[in-house]
C-alpha cells in the first residue's frame, strides 16, 4: 500500500546534485532506500523526527544529507556530488515506532512510497 508520493527523481550527470522530497507527516522515524538494478534495496539515510538524529550509509555520508522542514511535514534528502553507482529507485520509508535497533532496515519500515527514479550518467 503506497503511503507517499516521492518528488525530484530525474537524469543528472555525475558531480550534479538533486534534492528529494517526501511528504510524511506524523511518524517517529523517515528514511530513504534505493534500490538499484540487480540489487537489493539498501538503506540511504535515516531521521528520528523527534530527535533529528541521522544515520547514513557508508557510500553517501559526505555527500548526501536527511532533513526535516520546520513543520516535520516534508522529509528531505539532499544528494551532491552524485556518481553513476547512484542510479537507483529512490523509496521514502516511515515508521510509528520510535526506537528499531537498526534504522536502515527496511523491516523497521511499514509505510512506503512510491518510488522516485535517479539516473547518474558520467
Known amino acids: 500500500q503506497v503511503q507517499f508520493v516521492e518528488i525530484g527523481g530525474d537524469s543528472v550527470k555525475a558531480g550534479d546534485s538533486l534534492k528529494l522530497s517526501c511528504p510524511a507527516a506524523?511518524?517517529?522515524?523517515v528514511a530513504w532506500f534505493r534500490r538499484a538494478p540487480g540489487r537489493d534495496k539498501e538503506g540511504v539515510a535515516s531521521?528520528?523526527?523527534?530527535?533529528?538524529?541521522?544515520l547514513y550509509h557508508v557510500s553517501v555520508k559526505g555527500r548526501f544529507t536527511i532533513s526535516q522542514d520546520n513543520n516535520k511535514i516534508m522529509t528531505y534528502l539532499q544528494m551532491t556530488n552524485l556518481k553513476p553507482d547512484d542510479t537507483a529507485m529512490y523509496y521514502c520509508?516511515?515508521?510509528?515506532?520510535?526506537?528499531?535497533?537498526?534504522?536502515?532496515?527496511?523491516?523497521?519500515?511499514?509505510?512506503w512510497g512510491q518510488g522516485t527514479q535517479v539516473t547518474v550518467s558520467s
Open positions: 520509508a516511515a515508521d510509528l515506532r520510535e526506537d528499531y535497533p537498526s534504522p536502515l532496515d527496511r523491516d523497521g519500515y511499514k509505510y
Open positions: 506524523g511518524y517517529k522515524r
Open positions: 531521521i528520528a523526527t523527534r530527535t533529528g538524529g541521522t
